[in-house]
Nanobody, 117 residues
């Protein structure tokens, strides 16, 4: 089992940057696939980016070229670097973990990102 704690959210002006962090407790962090999701008021939760245990990454079309997901297995941490932020990026951002071959069953509490125009 793994516990996830996000940090790094806040208020930023459009065009600015933020880096989110997700610290994982528990052992064997390196075998988990990790992802960032977000949920804006009135919207469904959507996948933003993922990084597999082997390092492959993927992004939602809306964030490609602006966001970068990475992981540091030595620190049990996954990051989301967000550049060129837009007001439509405003949401609660959640970190999620999936054991090998399974769904994203582990979730953090979320961190608020607000982008002002």
């Amino acid at each position: 089992q793994v516990q996830l704690v996000e940090s790094g959210g806040g208020l930023v002006q459009a065009g600015g940057s933020l880096r989110l962090s997700c610290a994982a407790s528990g052992s064997r962090f390196s075998i988990y696939d990790m992802a960032w999701y977000r949920q804006a008021p009135g919207n469904q939760r959507e996948l933003v980016a993922f990084i597999f245990s082997g390092g492959n990454t993927g992004y939602a079309d809306s964030v490609k070229g602006r966001f970068t997901i990475s992981r540091d297995n030595a620190k049990n941490t996954v990051y989301l670097q967000m550049n060129s932020l837009r007001p439509e990026d405003t949401a609660v951002y959640y970190c999620a973990a999936a054991p090998p071959g399974k769904r994203y069953d582990y979730w953090g509490q979320g961190t608020q990102v607000t982008v002002s125009s």
